[in-house]
Nanobody, 130 residues
Framework: QLQLVESGGDLVQPGGSLRLSCAASGLALDSYVIGWFRQAPGKERVGVACISSGSRNTNYAESVKGRFTISRDNAENTVYLQMNSLKPEDTAVYYC???????????????????????WGQGTQVTVSS
């Protein structure tokens, strides 16, 4: 059974950078679409970025385009989210999620639809504040 563990969250000043990690155990990640989501206090969980199983395709929320980069290291069984030029509005708990269901579900996953993802991590807190 696939399990995901996020790490790398921290308190950082505006304009700073962080790299989040999503480490998998139990199964290999290379056949999974992986997404990063975030949830700010009092708000819904929303998609941030995702990467296809073959790493050929990525998708980003408009709010993070040009600042965040998603990547995967299959040898390490880990997916990363590099976050640059952080803003206070990036403050949230960040979650990674995975799905290996193909077809329409995979398309939905690449469109950052929460319901397409069946495996979730426990989250890591990112706080952007001076």
């Amino acid at each position: 059974q696939l399990q995901l563990v996020e790490s790398g969250g921290d308190l950082v000043q505006p304009g700073g950078s962080l790299r989040l990690s999503c480490a998998a155990s139990g199964l290999a990640l290379d056949s999974y679409v992986i997404g990063w989501f975030r949830q700010a206090p009092g708000k819904e969980r929303v998609g941030v970025a995702c990467i296809s199983s073959g790493s050929r395709n990525t998708n980003y929320a408009e709010s993070v385009k040009g600042r965040f980069t998603i990547s995967r290291d299959n040898a390490e069984n880990t997916v990363y989210l590099q976050m640059n030029s952080l803003k206070p509005e990036d403050t949230a708990v960040y979650y990674c999620a995975a799905t290996n269901i193909r077809g329409f579900t995979a398309i939905q996953a690449m469109n950052l639809r929460l319901a397409a993802y069946g495996v979730w991590g426990q989250g890591t807190q990112v706080t952007v504040s001076s």
